[in-house]
C-alpha cells in the first residue's frame, strides 16, 4: 500500500463522481424516453405517435424525483457547509 494514495477513499470519489456525473444524466434520460416511447412500426410516425401511458408517467415521475431530490442534497450540502 502506498502511503501517498488512499485507495478506499479514491474507489468511493470514482463511484460517486460516476453515479452523479454521469448516473444523473442517463437517470433524466431514461425519464424522458419514459414520456416519449418509440413508435411501434418502421413507418413514419402517425399524427400524434404513441403516448406513454401510466406506467410511462409513473416512471418518468420516479426518475424525475430522483434527479430533483439529488440536486436538491447537493444545494443543502453546499449551504450548510459553507
Request: charged residues 5%; contains cysteine.
Given at each position: 500500500?502506498?502511503?501517498?494514495?488512499?485507495?478506499?477513499?479514491?474507489?468511493?470519489i470514482?463511484?460517486?463522481?460516476?453515479?452523479?456525473?454521469a448516473?444523473?444524466?442517463?437517470?433524466?434520460?431514461?425519464g424522458?424516453?419514459?414520456?416519449?416511447?418509440p413508435?411501434?412500426?418502421?413507418?413514419?410516425?402517425a399524427?400524434?405517435?404513441?403516448?406513454?401511458?401510466?406506467?410511462?408517467?409513473?416512471?418518468?415521475?420516479?426518475?424525475f424525483?430522483?434527479v430533483?431530490?439529488?440536486i436538491?442534497?447537493?444545494?443543502?450540502?453546499i449551504?450548510h457547509?459553507?
Amino acid at each position: 500500500m502506498n502511503s501517498w494514495i488512499n485507495l478506499d477513499a479514491l474507489w468511493q470519489i470514482v463511484v460517486v463522481g460516476l453515479l452523479a456525473g454521469a448516473g444523473l444524466p442517463a437517470l433524466f434520460a431514461v425519464g424522458l424516453r419514459a414520456l416519449n416511447p418509440p413508435a411501434r412500426t418502421a413507418g413514419p410516425r402517425a399524427a400524434g405517435g404513441p403516448t406513454a401511458g401510466p406506467a410511462g408517467y409513473a416512471v418518468a415521475g420516479l426518475c424525475f424525483a430522483v434527479v430533483l431530490a439529488a440536486i436538491g442534497w447537493g444545494i443543502s450540502v453546499i449551504v450548510h457547509h459553507s
